[in-house]
């Protein structure tokens, strides 16, 4: 509301990202030991925190101000793209449908897609409804309680497995190869996954390398209990070590090295991938929760060698261990500039 009143009639409406949320709640929770992440898949928009979210900000768009104006919610993001075999091109966008059908439901004006195919296959939910928008839709007021504050956090029982780690950790791994070839989205799935049609790729972009890294972060130094299998952890889970992190990195980062060019450029593997594995691994070990995924990406942007990687990675979390301090300047650029 505090961003409506600074931007006037600016401002059209706010969008639920989803990532930058989990991400929001993942990083403010760090210090409670008790605060640790479901597999990311089961952090929908229906999933506790996310639905208290979601709720607040629609809330807070249609409340009024001063002068009667109202905001728009925009509703979440569509990732899918419409590209693979039929059967599963058919299942993602039925629930892209009932994804966008829900949100119009709920008040939602619209959503944005992270690509063009996709106009067509959620624009005409809004279509159907034949209403300009939903500008001024009453809900409750908004309350400000402690159970408000503690819905914007609530954790509710949801898979923590073996399969999950695997998922945050390929996809962490290539859109980090990805940014450090220029890409900043870029159409990723899990490793497991290449070569299957029926498994649509996503449009992967900044957050998606914050939430999976922050989320494995959580698993490590929160002694997360994980299962083999996607069920509920009753306690007969094994803890989430760092030996077990390490065999699981060094497994998926095998599977990108031999992956085909389509999937894993072959001009990274012995380039960008390589210094993408050694930043995950420092993120995800390095026991103060670092800020950024993207500041360790950005210091190596444009560096291809490994062993300069390893001096910039290590001079970063020093830096931030010791006074708190990021570091992120980019020195090719810097060089690049004094020598113009």
Same mark, same amino acid.
């Given at each position: 509301?505090?961003?409506?009143?600074?931007?006037?009639?600016?401002?059209?409406?706010?969008n639920?990202?989803?990532?930058?949320?989990?991400n929001?709640?993942?990083?403010?929770?760090?210090?409670?030991?008790?605060?640790?992440?479901?597999?990311?898949?089961?952090?929908?928009?229906?999933?506790?925190?996310?639905?208290?979210?979601?709720?607040?900000?629609?809330?807070a768009?249609?409340?009024?101000?001063?002068?009667?104006?109202?905001?728009?919610?925009?509703?979440?993001?569509?990732?899918?793209?419409?590209?693979?075999?039929k059967?599963?091109?058919?299942?993602?966008?039925?629930?892209?449908?009932a994804?966008a059908?829900?949100e119009?439901?709920?008040?939602?004006?619209?959503?944005?897609?992270?690509? $063009?195919k996709?106009? &067509?296959?959620v624009?005409? %939910?809004?279509?159907?409804?034949?209403? #300009?928008?939903?500008? *001024?839709? /009453?809900?409750?007021?908004?309350?400000?309680t402690?159970?408000?504050?503690?819905?914007?956090?609530?954790?509710?029982?949801?898979?923590?497995?073996?399969?999950?780690?695997?998922?945050?950790?390929?996809?962490?791994?290539?859109?980090?190869?990805?940014?450090?070839?220029?890409?900043?989205?870029?159409?990723?799935?899990?490793?497991?996954?290449?070569?299957?049609?029926?498994?649509?790729?996503?449009?992967?972009?900044?957050?998606?390398?914050?939430?999976?890294?922050?989320?494995? $972060?959580?698993?490590? &130094?929160?002694?997360?209990? %994980?299962?083999?299998?996607?069920?509920? #952890?009753?306690?007969? *889970?094994? /803890?989430?070590?760092?030996?077990?992190?390490?065999?699981?990195?060094?497994?998926?980062?095998?599977?990108?090295?031999?992956?085909?060019?389509?999937?894993?450029?072959?001009?990274?593997k012995?380039?960008?991938?390589?210094?993408?594995?050694?930043?995950?691994?420092t993120?995800?070990?390095?026991?103060?929760?670092?800020?950024?995924?993207?500041?360790?990406?950005?210091?190596?942007?444009n560096?291809?060698?490994?062993?300069?990687?390893?001096?910039?990675?290590?001079?970063?979390?020093?830096?931030?261990?010791?006074?708190?301090?990021?570091?992120?300047?980019?020195?090719?650029? #810097?060089?690049?500039?004094?020598?113009?």
């Open positions: 509301m505090e961003i409506r009143a600074a931007l006037g009639q600016h401002f059209v409406g706010f639920t990202g989803r990532w930058d949320y989990i929001s709640v993942s990083d403010a929770m760090a210090w409670d030991g008790d605060f640790i992440n479901p597999n990311i898949d089961a952090i929908t928009m229906t999933y506790s925190y996310m639905r208290s979210y979601e709720d607040r900000v629609r809330r768009v249609n409340t009024p101000d001063a002068n009667g104006r109202y905001a728009l919610w925009q509703g979440g993001m569509e990732p899918n793209i419409p590209v693979g075999s059967a599963g091109v058919s299942q993602s966008m039925k629930k892209a449908v994804g059908e829900r119009q439901q709920a008040g939602a004006s619209g959503k944005w897609v992270a690509h $063009w996709m106009v &067509h296959i624009r005409p %939910v809004w279509e159907k409804v034949g209403q #300009d928008n939903q500008l *001024g839709h /009453t809900y409750p007021p908004l309350t400000y402690q159970a408000d504050a503690d819905a914007l956090t609530m954790l509710e029982p949801a898979p923590r497995t073996i399969r999950g780690a695997r998922d945050l950790l390929s996809v962490a791994l290539q859109y980090g190869n990805a940014f450090g070839q220029g890409f900043q989205a870029a159409a990723l799935k899990p490793a497991d996954f290449f070569g299957d049609e029926d498994v649509l790729y996503l449009m992967e972009d900044m957050a998606t390398g914050e939430i999976r890294l922050s989320i494995l $972060w959580e698993w490590l &130094h929160k002694h997360a209990s %994980v299962m083999d299998e996607d069920q509920i #952890d009753a306690g007969t *889970g094994k /803890t989430f070590t760092v030996e077990l992190f390490e065999n699981l990195l060094h497994q998926e980062y095998e599977k990108l090295l031999q992956a085909s060019n389509t999937d894993v450029h072959d001009d990274s012995a380039t960008t991938l390589p210094i993408a594995r050694e930043i995950v691994h993120y995800v070990t390095t026991k103060i929760k670092l800020p950024w995924y993207i500041d360790l990406l950005n210091i190596n942007l560096n291809n060698d490994l062993a300069e990687a390893k001096q910039r990675i290590l001079q970063f979390t020093d830096t931030f261990n010791q006074n708190g301090t990021r570091i992120t300047a980019n020195v090719d650029f #810097d060089l690049a500039a004094s020598s113009q």
